[in-house]
């Protein structure tokens, strides 16, 4: 990407994305996808880190604030849900 792309992002206010969340942050480690809207705040940290056995390892960090009881019911809704997909995703890469 060129700066004048890079310029024309910042001024129109576009982001990357990862799926359905804008890039909030992007650091040498760590993303920060999330999204805010009028029933909560939702962010995913994604950060590499170097284990004590010098292996790199990624953890996952979910953070969710509900402004009120539509955002409530829409985690109490998906979190089963969420909960089927990281155990697979953690059988089938053998971490669990």
């Given amino acids: ?3 004048s792309e890079d310029s024309h992002r910042l001024e129109t206010g576009e982001r990357d994305r990862i799926g359905v969340f804008a890039v909030l942050s992007r650091l040498d480690r760590e993303i920060v996808p999330g999204e ?8 995913l940290s994604l950060l590499l880190d170097t284990r004590d056995d010098e292996q790199e390892g990624l953890t ?3 953070l969710v604030r509900c402004h009120n009881l539509f955002g409530h019911a829409h985690i ?3 979190y089963p849900g969420h909960l089927l997909i990281f155990r697979s995703i953690l059988e089938r890469v053998g971490m669990r």
Wanted: charge should be negative.
């Fill in 76 to 78: 109490a809704a998906i």
């Fill in 60 to 62: 996952v960090t979910r």
């Fill in 36 to 43: 805010d809207d009028h029933d909560l705040v939702s962010r």
């Fill in 1 to 3: 990407m060129t700066g």
